[in-house]
């Protein structure tokens, strides 16, 4: 076995917190991330539902604000370092 699925990129998207876009917790800009919307527009989408649901959706905001987690503070998606300078090779 010469490469673990371990190593190998990850083709599926991570539904976590956001770290950068936040109003309270990074919620509502982690679903806005994850289902490519707006940020704003999944804001809205979520007052909406805190309305429509009587105040549920502040529970289930609350719940995922304690399982979700945070997206890390190196993004994943950055490129990898750029390779080291060949090293010189002695003649003799």
């Known amino acids: 076995?010469?490469?673990s699925a371990f190593t190998q990129q990850q083709s599926?998207?991570?539904l976590r917190r956001s770290r950068d876009?936040?109003?309270v917790a990074g919620i509502c800009a982690g679903f806005a991330r994850y289902l490519n919307l707006d940020p704003v527009a999944a804001r809205v989408?979520?007052?909406a539902l805190a309305v429509i649901t009587g105040g549920g959706a502040l529970v289930a905001y609350f719940l995922a604000w304690l399982i979700m987690p945070e997206e890390p503070a190196t993004p994943v998606?950055?490129?990898p370092a750029p390779p080291s300078a060949?090293?010189?090779?002695h003649s003799a």
């Open 1 to 3: 076995m010469t490469q």
């Open 12 to 14: 599926y998207k991570i």
């Open 21 to 23: 876009d936040r109003m």
């Open 45 to 47: 989408i979520f007052v």
């Open 77 to 79: 998606w950055t490129a």
């Open 86 to 89: 060949p090293q010189p090779t």
